[in-house]
Each structure stands twice: as structure tokens, then as C-alpha cells.
């Protein structure tokens, strides 16, 4: 269909005629000229807008802008930065001068050098295509003191004009950093344009409009920009005019100009530098040679024809000077690439060895390299990754290898780590070596490692970080299938011909990525169970099973996978002890070690406004034979995570969260009790031992060894309910921050009672309401927390836990450790132990079976099983807003309190001169009506002098006369007088919290939760608390922290509305939103779904664990 030589003709048509810039031009005729100039590119240049859907070859998730421009208007192609395009999936879109979009396609990325081609289809331009001339590659007319014009999106700008000089044109390649990519093997241009961020793909213009180089970085610290030149450009573009994948060819050899001075200092001989300035003496400003900078593993061999010459193989040297390649004479870098990329070794099914000769000076001593080794340079970039646990891995690319001096077959590349890898410490940017026992060199090996593992086994995984290859480093991680099932994506780009016949075809990454499911994770099921997800390209994967045995199972006539449940969690094979260290200076604080425990949380989504990802503190055992632990809420953050308990350092343990307190820093986590069925083991303990000596047979024989600490269970603690007194004794006992098996103790004593104040950060998340602190004679070890046990009883009075807050000053988050007393603990506790009890009685199912467990062949009991809250009652209630102490002298002086209530007040709490005031309502509820007026409620700055008729004045008192009732009488003093009213205390459920949560195109949505609540009434029951980078969300700057009101005018008011209104969209369809932020304004919002790369899932908490389903 295309007709070559009209192509070339149009592509090669002479520019209008334009005033000749001399050295009598005026400054207005000048202007005159760059201004018609610019008049004719404009519309050719264009914004492109890049949203880089998933990590890949060290650049993360994200979105950003750049520039680029048509040198292809009939074709439809568009030449920009390869840093712009990358290696992975991108969504891009070109945003033309009088603002019509076009969706764009990755055509041509080049594997070394920074350029790279996108293809629009330019019949889907309405009224763009009439104005659009393409910008001619002029690369011949690039020479020092041109003067230029940088054109394109500097700074985030529509349109900047930016002037410069070209000072140079031999310049080395910039390096930008040791982890990304870099440009090697180019002259780079230089100019002091000052070009920024959003600048990267624009046109180095002359005067007539032609493009004589190719914007790609700058300095930091000084105005010089860098430009690629075109010569390469242009090779590759006549190749994809003609459908074809541009030749690139690589010796793996790292080249760097140098000049005759330095090569001089290199051993150059004067007879080379003779020969070299007269082959030069046009070009005396870039007179030198190239010389070998680096030498990758397999770069640099030469061929060897016989075994014997197997032994003696020809390598290049760091710092050999190359004097001839080819039958090209000392060749700089346009002569190196031209000269190599003559040899296509893309179709080399045979793997035939391609070789060059070359001649090289080392030394002052000329050697003949006869057949230098020959690699095809696009083969050495990645096209695929796995997505495993939440991360991204796929095989090292030619810059990775470059950067940490690698082979491309040590590992693969972790670009994202994601929870499993980061949870067990992998970082992004290393290099994964060996998953379990299996050595994962490729992609390949890393598939058929994943499959040998069942989800929640823990393996040990080795890595390395790049740039310390020789120290490998141990990770020990837990294998999750059940959140993240593992893919494989393949990318495939299409040729010209194929994106202008098929005009169908959304443009767009999606036709250059195809995924499947690895082959132990597919199943030919097709009818969906109720508990299962459908993934992408009809993979269906069954979920929450709980009498699943194993992830696969095959079919006994077929030997195929037929169903694929996925077990929670695995507990050990065998019933375990711990050895705990009593090495406390006191009995009380050895009696209670085995009482503490590790509790990491790692959070699977950052729901509920939570600041991070992976948190560690100490827990106590409240109920051993139900397995409850209770725990701060700074280590238990949200409802979405997966949570451990550890004991002693030795016994790691699965736990959930069967409840978290919304207004007080205390969560119970619950682990399978009868993991520690056995009972604690003699001081003894038998084993089979070989004896043998070089004379006499091995025997085998039975000895005793004694050991010194004695192996125990875990043991409850003896909660003691009192209020805090100043002057009490208390020890403290906790775990160590770097061994948690090593208990701390120390002797305290209480100076002062105190409140939590915690201001509401910036994003709302859980704080501490309604609690009294203890302060001590001294300051306390640091710890991971702890507990404060009385020193006469051994009973726990109060535990050490740790509180979040965020300072408006520095807008930081910080830590702190308060002792706070274990009422409301303990109520909770008992309150949980009757609510099973009742539940029994009625025959409900008490607890949920271990999924994944095997011992014995059966089951064994695990988990509270909690059903939503419309079918609980609740667990108790509370008063449903914050309070705060005021002193008695205020509250009689300045609110004019009556002196009957300043003396009851003093009678109920001697000690404490102090009443309570109203200071953070909870928006949602109703908080209260006045008994006489009807519709007025409790407001701020309210005092609470008594509930039911009792006095109160702290908040244990408060808590205590409104946890069981609905309702209570409450009396405030309210502008001098009293008055009654009547609360509707807010209801406390069993359970975690957030029950369900929808991930919608990067959109992580659920119901408000109490700390946006307390910020005001909220719009709706649909709530944005946090997007995906790389989502649609991302790329459109769709905000979290947002209500969602309506779908494509469509009104929503809660999840189920949402579910409705978007569940019939299709990929690609572009939906409206409006949102409002936390305080009510309103605002607009567009997307463009992305169901291929972001997929509609919600989870939702039933009967006592988290499941994921198909939206």
C-alpha cells in the first residue's frame, strides 16, 4: 500500500522559502524569520502525556509529561525520548498545539540510545490532520555556533521557546545514575538552553525548521542541555517506513572518545597520532580515538577456530584504542554503529556466530582482532516480567548489566518488590538469584521455581543488590498466592504495517502485551464458584476454600489441574515450644515473659489513611487457650494485612484480626492455639547420635543431651482492671527492638496521670481518643512495647504501647510510647469470651475451620467467626465522641460551673480536680437530643457532669455507665445552666473494622471510616482513600482523600450503588466522576478505564477472614 517514492518525495520536500540569516540580518528581520519559522513545526510538535503502568528496568510506577514531534505526518509517527517510551507497559496519549488528543502507541524503542518512536493513527484527527507537516531530520546540519531553537513542554508548559548555541558536538553521553538507564556509545551535543523537566523528546530546530538534534537531559546545576544526534534517528526511521525492526548489533563493549592528549598518557604511538590527525584534519576539534571504557562479561571475545586456540582466546582490554573496524579507519561513533549494524542478527534461528574484524593499539603495540564477537543488541533488553507476591521481576537489561558489570543470566531483575519481597526485605533494584532451592537465572527457571511452592510455605529466597554482586544476602519470605496470583506478560511490538491496516484496534498498550497465568495456576473450569475471581484472559482462580487441601489438584483420568483453591494459612506439621529468656532481675517481670510476644503487621493496601507498609510491636497473650494476643493499634494499623505473631524468637505463627478498637489503641489478633498442643518438654531430650573411628564400624547409640532452658507454651496474662494512681510501683517488661527474644525490665514509678492528646494528621487515620496516660520517675528503655505488671501481684495494670502522630510543623509522622491501663482491654476481652459462649449455646458454628491444614488429616479450630454487623448485635457501645480535661478552677471561673456540681465532682474522684468537656464529635451520628427542645444536640465545648444520674469526671467513669446501653441520660452544662439530654451511644461491634474495600481502575474505595467521620459529615458512603500509581487514577489525577458522589451522572451513595453504576463499563471507556473533598467542595474528574493492566476487584471480611472477588 505504500508507494516508496512518493513517501520519499513528500518526506523529503523542501521546506517554504525563508530569509537567509546573515551577518547584516537586522533583529527584526530575524525575528521575523524564526517566527515564521516556528509557524510552520508548531503544529508537529506535541505534549505527551505517559501514565507507566507497572515498574520496569528501574523506573517506577507513575505518570509524566514530555514532548515530542511528527516526523511522519502520513504515517502517523511520532519521535520522542526512548526514557520517555521505556522498556515496559505504558498508556500514553499526544496532546497536539489546539489541544485535540490522540492515543498513542510504542512503536520503535531503541535498546541503547535515547530516542524512540510512537505511532498515532492520524485519520482519527479531526482537526489536527490538515494542519500537521512533519519536521525533516536534518542531521548533516548540525555544526558549532548554530544558532537553535529548543521547542516543547519545558517546565510543564504547553508551549516553550527556549534559545541556544551549539557549543559542541562531541560531547561523551550525560550519566544520570547507577540505577536506571544511560545513554553509552554516542557523541551527545551541547548547548546552554537551559532546558527542564517535561522538555525530553523536543526538536533542536534551525532556522528553516528542520530538526538537527534531539532534546534528552541537562545539567543540574548549570543552563547546558544535551541533545542526541540524528544520524541513527534517521537510519531507524527509514526502517519502520518499510515495516522493518531497525538493525542493531553490539561487540557488548562500553566505548569512550578520547582525545590525542589523553590518548598520549594510553601509550599512543606518534605514528598512530600522525596517521589519525591527517585522516582528521577536517574535523581537527574532535580529533581522537574510541577507546574500550568497559567490558561486559560476554562483550570483547574474539572467535576462536580450533580448541587449541580455545585456551589462547582473543580478548579486548580495558583501554585498547580502536584503529579499524571493518574496512572503516578510526571510526568514531556514527562509523562504530553504522559498521556494526550491517550485521542482522534478529532471524539468526541457527545461532550462527557473527564476527568483525578489527585492529586496536594497546600499549603503543598494533594487534589484529580478526573475528570480534557479535551480539544482537535488542535480544539483550527484557520484553516480559512475572508478577509475583505484588512484585515485578523479569530478566536484567543491557543497562542493568552495564551499571553492576553483570551477566544477564545471574538473576533476575527485581523492579518492584512488592509485599512478599519487600515484607521479607528485598529491595527494589537487586537481583534475585535462587527461590527456595531452585537458582532462578531467567524468567523460565523463576516460572518453574513458583510452581513447586503452595501458598503460605516459607522458603528462603537469595538476592544480591546491584553494584555488590559478590556479597549475596538472605531473605526468608512467605509465599502468597491467594492475594496475588502469579502472571506473565509477553510484550509484542507491532510493525507499521499492522497498526495502519488494523485501525480497530484501540491504540494503546494493550495490543502490545498479552498475559497468561503460569501453567500450574490455569484451570479448565468454567462455571465460576461463588467464592472464586475471574482474572484476566478467563483464567478463574477459587478463593477462601475451606476445606482446600493444597493449590493443585489433578484430575485422577486426565492428570490436568482442575480447580486451584488457594488454603489461607499452613500451620507447622507438629506442635511447637519456645525457650523464653527469664533473665529479669524480678519474679513478677520473669513470670510474664512467656506472656509477650512479636506481632508484625504488613498491610496488604493503605486503607484507613495508614503512613506505611510493614509494622513491628509487642503483643501480650490475653486468653492462651483462644490464642488472643492484644496489641497497639500503631502495629495493628487497618483491617487489610496479614499478621504474625512470634514467640521467643523461634515460633512464627499466623495470626488475624478478630478486633480493633476504634476510639482506644488496643486490637486482638488471634493465632491457632493448638500449635502448641504439647505440654512443655523435660529439661532432657533424646537423640540419635553416630559414633565412629577409623577402626572400628559406625554403631549407633542413644544419649541424653542436657539442655539448660527449659521448653514451654506461651501462658496468658492475668489482666488487672484499676485506674492508675500516682505513687504506684510498676514494672515494666518488654521485648528488645533488635532481639525480640531478649526481655527488658526496669522498675518504675508513677509521677503523674495524664490524657492523650493527638491532633487529626493531614490524611485521615485512627488516633486515640477518651484515654489516660501514666507517667514515670524515669525514662524508660527503648523497646518494641510492653507491658507494666503490678510488683506485688504479677498482674498487668497497663501496657506500653505505641501511639502515631503527625506534626503539623514539619508535617512529619512520629512515634511515641505511652502506659495506658488495661480496663477497657479487659472488658473487651470478657465481653468476647461471653459473645462465643452465647453463640455456642445457639448452635452457631463458634469458629471457622484452618484452611491448608493437614494434620491428622483433619482440621483443628481457628478464628472467631464473625458475620457482618447487620446480623450481630453489638459487642458494646460507647459515647461516640471525644472528650478532654479541663481543669475544676476553669470550668467554675471561666464556664461559671455551679458549685453543687464543682463539690459532687470533687466527691466522685478526690484526686482529680478535673471535669470533661466536649472536643470532637462524630459527624455521622447523632450524637444527642435535648430532652426539652427536640433537635438540639451535644456540642463542642459541652461539660459531662453525669450519665444516668451518676457523676463523672474521668473517662473510665464515663465508659462505664455507657457501654451497655443504647441510650443514656446525659447531663452537660451548657452557658451556664444544666441541661439533660438523651445519647445515642454508638454501637462497637465484633471485628477488624473496614469490612470491604473495592480496588476500581487504581481506586482503592470503601466506607468512611471514624477518622473522616470526625472531620465532618461525609458526602456519601463512597470514600477514596488511597490510588495505585500507574492507575487510571494516577494518570488522571483523580485525588484520594475524596467522596465519590456520581457516576457519569449517575448519583451514588454507597459501595453498592458504585458496583452498579460501573460494573457494565468497558475497557477504554472514558467515565465521568464527581467528587468532593473532606470539606465539602465539590469537583470534576474524567478517566479511562484500564481493565487489561487494572482489573475491578473488591474484598470483602465474611465469616472471620478476607476474600477476594470479581467486581
Not at 478467563?538 to 493443585?552: D, E
Not at 495470626?655 to 482506644?664: L, W
Amino acid at each position: 500500500r505504500i508507494k516508496k517514492q512518493k513517501n520519499k518525495k513528500s518526506r523529503h520536500k523542501k521546506p517554504k522559502k525563508t530569509r537567509v540569516l546573515s551577518a547584516t540580518t537586522t533583529k527584526k528581520e530575524e525575528d521575523s524569520v524564526w517566527e515564521a519559522m516556528l509557524e510552520q513545526v508548531l503544529h508537529a510538535i506535541v505534549v505527551i502525556r505517559v501514565n507507566y503502568v507497572k515498574p520496569y528496568d528501574g523506573e517506577q510506577a507513575g505518570s509524566a509529561h514530555a514532548t515530542g514531534f511528527v516526523v511522519d505526518a502520513e504515517r502517523g509517527i511520532i519521535l520522542t525520548n526512548r526514557h520517555v517510551i521505556g522498556l515496559g507497559p505504558i498508556r500514553a496519549e499526544a496532546i497536539f498545539i489546539n489541544k485535540e488528543e490522540a492515543s498513542l502507541t510504542p512503536l520503535y524503542r531503541d535498546p541503547v540510545h535515547d530516542f524512540g518512536f510512537f505511532h498515532y493513527d492520524p485519520n482519527k484527527l479531526k482537526y489536527t490532520a490538515d494542519k500537521v507537516r512533519a519536521v525533516v531530520l536534518a542531521p548533516e546540519a548540525a555544526k558549532v555556533g548554530l544558532e537553535i531553537r529548543v521547542v516543547g513542554n519545558d517546565s510543564g508548559e504547553k508551549v516553550s521557546i527556549l534559545s541556544g548555541t551549539l557549543a559542541r558536538l562531541d560531547r561523551n553521553a550525560p550519566f544520570y545514575n547507577n540505577e536506571g538507564y544511560n545513554d553509552f556509545n554516542t557523541f551527545y551535543y551541547c548547548a546552554a538552553s537551559n532546558t527542564s523537566g517535561g522538555s525530553s523528546g523536543s526538536p533542536v530546530l534551525d532556522c528553516y525548521g528542520r530538526a538537527v538534534a534531539l532534546n534528552a537531559g541537562g545539567a543540574t546545576h548549570s543552563s547546558a542541555s544535551y541533545y542526541l544526534p540524528l544520524k541513527g534517528v534517521k537510519r531507524a526511521l527509514e526502517a519502520l517506513r518499510e515495516s522493518r525492526q531497525p538493525v542493531r548489533t553490539t561487540a557488548q563493549i562500553i566505548w569512550r572518545h578520547m582525545t590525542c592528549d589523553e590518548m598520549r598518557r594510553l601509550g599512543l604511538s606518534e605514528e598512530t597520532e600522525r596517521r589519525l590527525r591527517q585522516a582528521k584534519r577536517k574535523s581537527d576539534i574532535s580529533c581522537g580515538l574510541l577507546v574500550v571504557e568497559q567490558l561486559l562479561p560476554q562483550g570483547g571475545w574474539c572467535k576462536s577456530e580450533s580448541p587449541e586456540q580455545t585456551k589462547k582466546q582473543q580478548r579486548l582490554d580495558v583501554g585498547d584504542a580502536l584503529l579499524q573496524l571493518g574496512d572503516t579507519e578510526f571510526p568514531d561513533f556514527d562509523d562504530l554503529e553504522a559498521t556494526l549494524d550491517q550485521y542482522d542478527l534478529s532471524e539468526n534461528s541457527e545461532k550462527k556466530i557473527f564476527t568483525v574484524s578489527c585492529t586496536i593499539e594497546r600499549g603503543g603495540k598494533t594487534i589484529n582482532m580478526d573475528k570480534l564477537i557479535l551480539h544482537n543488541l535488542h535480544a539483550l533488553n527484557p520484553d516480559e516480567f512475572i508478577e509475583f507476591g505484588g512484585g515485578i521481576l523479569h530478566p536484567l537489561s543491557f543497562c542493568a548489566t552495564r551499571n553492576g558489570n553483570l551477566d544477564d543470566r545471574t538473576g533476575v531483575y527485581v523492579a518492584y518488590a512488592g509485599f512478599v519481597l519487600d515484607a521479607a526485605g528485598v529491595p527494589c533494584h537487586s537481583v534475585l538469584t535462587t527461590l527456595g532451592e531452585f537458582s532462578t537465572p531467567d524468567l523460565d527457571a523463576l516460572e518453574s521455581a513458583i510452581s513447586k511452592f503452595n501458598d503460605g510455605d516459607r522458603i528462603v529466597a537469595r538476592f544480591y543488590n546491584i553494584g555488590d554482586r559478590f556479597n549475596d544476602q538472605v531473605a526468608t519470605l512467605r509465599i502468597n498466592l491467594r492475594w496475588f496470583p502469579p502472571r506473565r506478560w509477553k510484550r509484542q511490538d507491532p510493525s507499521l504495517t499492522d497498526l495502519m491496516h488494523n485501525t480497530n484496534t484501540q491504540s494503546g498498550c494493550c495490543c502490545c502485551w498479552t498475559s497468561r497465568s503460569l501453567s500450574f495456576f490455569t484451570q479448565s473450569v468454567k462455571k465460576l464458584p461463588s467464592n472464586s475471581i475471574s482474572l484476566p484472559n478467563g483464567v478463574v482462580v477459587a478463593l477462601g476454600n475451606k476445606n482446600n487441601t493444597s493449590h493443585r489438584q489433578k484430575n485422577k483420568n486426565t492428570g490436568q489441574d482442575k480447580t486451584l483453591p488457594i488454603s489461607s494459612i499452613v500451620p507447622p506439621e507438629s506442635p511447637a515450644s519456645a525457650t523464653f529468656q527469664r533473665t529479669c532481675g524480678e519474679p513478677a517481670a520473669n513470670a510474664i515473659v512467656s506472656s509477650l510476644c512479636k506481632v508484625s503487621f504488613d498491610v496488604l493496601h493503605a486503607i484507613d489513611g495508614v503512613v506505611d507498609w510493614h509494622f513491628a510491636g509487642t503483643g501480650v497473650v490475653v486468653d492462651a487457650k483462644r490464642g488472643l494476643v492484644a496489641v497497639d493499634r500503631n502495629t495493628v494499623v487497618t483491617s487489610l494485612g496479614e499478621a504474625t505473631v512470634t514467640f521467643a524468637a523461634s515460633v512464627e505463627i499466623p495470626a488475624k484480626i478478630v478486633f480493633a478498637h476504634p476510639t482506644h489503641n488496643f486490637a486482638l489478633v488471634q493465632y491457632d492455639p493448638s500449635t502448641f498442643s504439647l505440654s512443655s518438654s523435660p529439661n532432657g531430650s533424646k537423640v540419635n547420635t553416630s559414633l565412629s573411628n577409623n577402626t572400628k564400624k559406625k554403631e549407633q547409640s542413644s544419649i541424653t543431651l542436657p539442655t539448660t532452658r527449659k521448653r514451654e507454651v506461651p501462658t496468658g496474662a492475668k489482666l488487672e482492671s484499676r485506674e492508675l494512681e500516682v505513687g504506684d510501683e510498676l514494672t515494666f517488661v518488654g521485648l528488645s527492638r533488635t532481639n525480640s527474644d531478649q526481655p527488658l525490665s526496669q522498675r518504675v514509678r508513677v509521677t503523674e496521670i495524664s490524657a492523650v492528646n493527638i491532633a487529626q494528621a493531614h490524611v485521615p487515620r485512627f488516633r486515640a481518643i477518651n484515654e489516660e496516660i501514666a507517667k514515670f520517675d524515669q525514662v524508660l528503655n527503648k523497646s518494641l512495647g510492653g507491658v507494666l505488671v503490678d510488683t506485688n501481684s504479677g498482674n498487668v495494670v497497663a501496657t506500653w504501647s505505641c501511639y502515631s502522630f503527625y506534626s503539623w510543623n514539619d508535617e512529619k509522622n512520629y512515634e511515641s510510647f505511652h502506659a495506658v491501663g488495661v480496663d477497657a482491654l479487659a472488658d473487651v476481652v470478657n465481653r468476647l469470651a461471653k459473645f462465643d459462649q452465647e453463640r455456642s449455646a445457639n448452635g452457631d458454628d463458634l469458629v471457622m475451620q484452618t484452611a491448608g491444614s493437614r494434620t491428622n488429616g483433619s482440621s483443628s479450630p481457628l478464628y472467631a467467626s464473625f458475620h457482618h454487623q447487620e446480623k450481630l448485635k453489638p459487642l458494646l457501645y460507647s459515647i461516640g465522641f471525644g472528650l478532654r480535661r479541663l481543669p475544676l478552677s476553669t470550668a467554675r471561673t471561666s464556664m461559671k460551673l455551679d458549685e453543687h456540681w464543682v463539690d459532687r465532682l470533687q466527691a466522685k474522684q478526690p484526686r482529680r480536680s478535673q471535669v470533661l468537656s466536649v472536643a470532637q464529635l462524630n459527624h455521622a451520628s447523632s450524637p444527642g437530643r435535648d430532652s426539652n427542645l427536640g433537635d438540639e444536640r451535644v456540642r463542642e465545648g459541652d461539660l459531662i457532669l453525669a450519665v444516668d444520674g451518676h457523676t463523672c469526671c474521668t473517662f473510665g467513669d464515663v465508659e462505664t455507665y455507657v457501654r451497655d446501653s443504647e441510650s443514656v441520660a446525659l447531663t452537660v452544662w451548657r452557658d451556664g445552666v444544666a441541661k439533660d439530654l438523651i445519647l445515642n451511644t454508638e454501637p462497637i461491634f465484633p471485628g477488624p473494622g473496614t469490612d470491604r474495600v473495592i480496588l476500581w481502575c487504581g481506586l482503592l474505595l470503601q466506607a468512611p471510616h471514624r477518622a473522616v467521620i470526625e472531620m465532618g459529615a461525609p458526602s456519601t458512603g463512597i470514600y477514596a482513600s488511597y490510588y495505585l500509581y500507574g492507575s487510571p487514577a494516577s494518570f488522571y489525577t483523580i485525588k484520594a482523600c475524596r467522596f465519590i458522589r456520581e457516576v457519569n451522572g449517575q448519583q451514588v451513595h454507597d459501595l453498592d450503588d458504585f458496583v452498579q453504576a460501573v460494573k457494565n463499563l468497558s475497557d477504554g471507556e472514558s467515565v465521568r466522576l464527581k467528587t468532593s473533598d473532606l470539606q465539602g467542595q465539590q469537583g470534576a474528574s474524567t478517566l479511562k478505564t484500564d481493565f487489561a493492566f487494572w482489573p475491578s476487584q473488591q474484598f470483602i471480611f465474611s465469616d472471620g477472614d478476607w476474600h477476594l472477588r470479581a467486581l
